[in-house]
C-alpha cells in the first residue's frame, strides 16, 4: 500500500517508516498537519496515519478538511487521547480505525490489513463534465472553451453541487443546507447573490446558458 504518515515526533514517525517500508509499503512521512494536508489532496494514497497532536493543523482538522474535500481514503488516528470522548470524536471526524499510544505494532498491522480487506472504493473522482464545461476538483478550477475561470470557495462548492445533479432542481433550501450548513432560511439574498456571481462567470460570457432560474421553485443546471 502507499501510505501517507503525519507524525510530528520524529522517533514514532521514524519507527512507523522503517517498520511499514519493512513490509513492503511505500511509505511518506509528515511532521506538519498543513504540509500533510497539501501533500494528501496532491497525491493518491491507499492510507493515511495521522498522529491527533500536530503542530500547524491537528489530526481532527486534517481529517475534516480531507473528508470535505471529498477524498475517502482510509484514515488511521494515532494518540495518547484514549478517552471515549476522543475515540468518538475521531471516528466522527472521519478515522476508519483509532490507536492509543503506546501502540504494538504487530496491532497496528493487523489494523492495516483489515483495511486493506475491505471491497476497494470507487475510483477517485477528479473532475466533473458537463457539456463544454469542466470542473477540475484537484486544481478546483473551471474551464469552458478552453478559458479557465477562477471561481471563489463558495461559487467553487455550487458549481460542483450542481454538476453533480445536472437536471434536478434544487430549491434555496438545499443550496443553503448544503452549501452553507443553514438549516433554516435566514432570509438573506446569499444564495441569489452567489448564483448570480456563479452565472455571471460560467454562461453570460458564452452562448449557451446552463444554469436556469424556476422562479418560486430553485434553479437547475442542465448542458444540453
Given at each position: 500500500?502507499?501510505?501517507?504518515?503525519?507524525?510530528?515526533?520524529?522517533?514514532?514517525?521514524?519507527?512507523?517508516?522503517?517498520?511499514?517500508?519493512?513490509?513492503?509499503?511505500?511509505?511518506?512521512?509528515?511532521?506538519?498537519?498543513?504540509?500533510?494536508?497539501?501533500?494528501?489532496?496532491?497525491?493518491?494514497?491507499?492510507?493515511?496515519?495521522?498522529?491527533?497532536?500536530?503542530?500547524?493543523l491537528d489530526?481532527?482538522?486534517?481529517?475534516?478538511?480531507?473528508?470535505?474535500?471529498?477524498?475517502?481514503?482510509p484514515?488511521?488516528?494515532?494518540?495518547?487521547?484514549?478517552?471515549?470522548?476522543?475515540?468518538?470524536?475521531?471516528?466522527?471526524?472521519?478515522?476508519?480505525?483509532?490507536?492509543?499510544?503506546?501502540?504494538?505494532?504487530?496491532?497496528?498491522?493487523?489494523?492495516?490489513?483489515?483495511?486493506?480487506?475491505?471491497?476497494?472504493?470507487?475510483?477517485?473522482?477528479?473532475?466533473?463534465?458537463?457539456?463544454?464545461?469542466?470542473?477540475?476538483?484537484?486544481?478546483?478550477?473551471a474551464?469552458?472553451?478552453?478559458?479557465?475561470?477562477?471561481l471563489?470557495?463558495?461559487?467553487?462548492?455550487?458549481?460542483?453541487?450542481?454538476?453533480?445533479?445536472?437536471?434536478?432542481?434544487?430549491?434555496?433550501?438545499?443550496?443553503?443546507?448544503?452549501?452553507?450548513?443553514?438549516?433554516?432560511?435566514?432570509?438573506?439574498?446569499?444564495?441569489?447573490?452567489?448564483?448570480?456571481?456563479?452565472?455571471?462567470?460560467?454562461?453570460?460570457?458564452?452562448?449557451?446558458?446552463?444554469?436556469?432560474?424556476?422562479?418560486?421553485?430553485?434553479?437547475?443546471?442542465?448542458?444540453?
Open positions: 500500500m502507499k501510505i501517507l504518515i503525519a507524525e510530528d515526533d520524529a522517533e514514532t514517525g521514524d519507527y512507523l517508516r522503517k517498520g511499514l517500508t519493512g513490509e513492503g509499503h511505500a511509505v511518506d512521512l509528515l511532521r506538519d498537519g498543513r504540509e500533510a494536508l497539501t501533500q494528501a489532496t496532491a497525491q493518491s494514497y491507499d492510507l493515511f496515519i495521522f498522529d491527533r497532536m500536530m503542530p500547524g489530526g481532527l482538522a486534517l481529517l475534516k478538511a480531507l473528508r470535505a474535500a471529498q477524498i475517502a481514503t484514515a488511521i488516528l494515532l494518540t495518547a487521547m484514549g478517552s471515549v470522548e476522543d475515540r468518538v470524536a475521531g471516528l466522527r471526524a472521519g478515522a476508519d480505525d483509532y490507536m492509543v499510544k503506546p501502540f504494538a505494532f504487530v496491532e497496528l498491522l493487523a489494523r492495516i490489513d483489515t483495511i486493506a480487506r475491505r471491497p476497494a472504493l470507487k475510483a477517485e473522482v477528479t473532475e466533473l463534465v458537463q457539456g463544454d464545461l469542466r470542473l477540475d476538483l484537484l486544481a478546483r478550477e474551464w469552458r472553451e478552453g478559458q479557465c475561470i477562477e471563489q470557495p463558495r461559487e467553487f462548492m455550487l458549481l460542483k453541487h450542481f454538476m453533480e445533479r445536472p437536471g434536478r432542481v434544487q430549491t434555496k433550501t438545499i443550496l443553503l443546507e448544503a452549501i452553507w450548513d443553514i438549516h433554516f432560511d435566514p432570509k438573506s439574498s446569499v444564495v441569489e447573490t452567489h448564483i448570480s456571481r456563479l452565472r455571471g462567470k460560467i454562461d453570460k460570457p458564452f452562448a449557451t446558458p446552463y444554469l436556469t432560474t424556476l422562479h418560486g421553485i430553485g434553479y437547475v443546471f442542465e448542458a444540453s
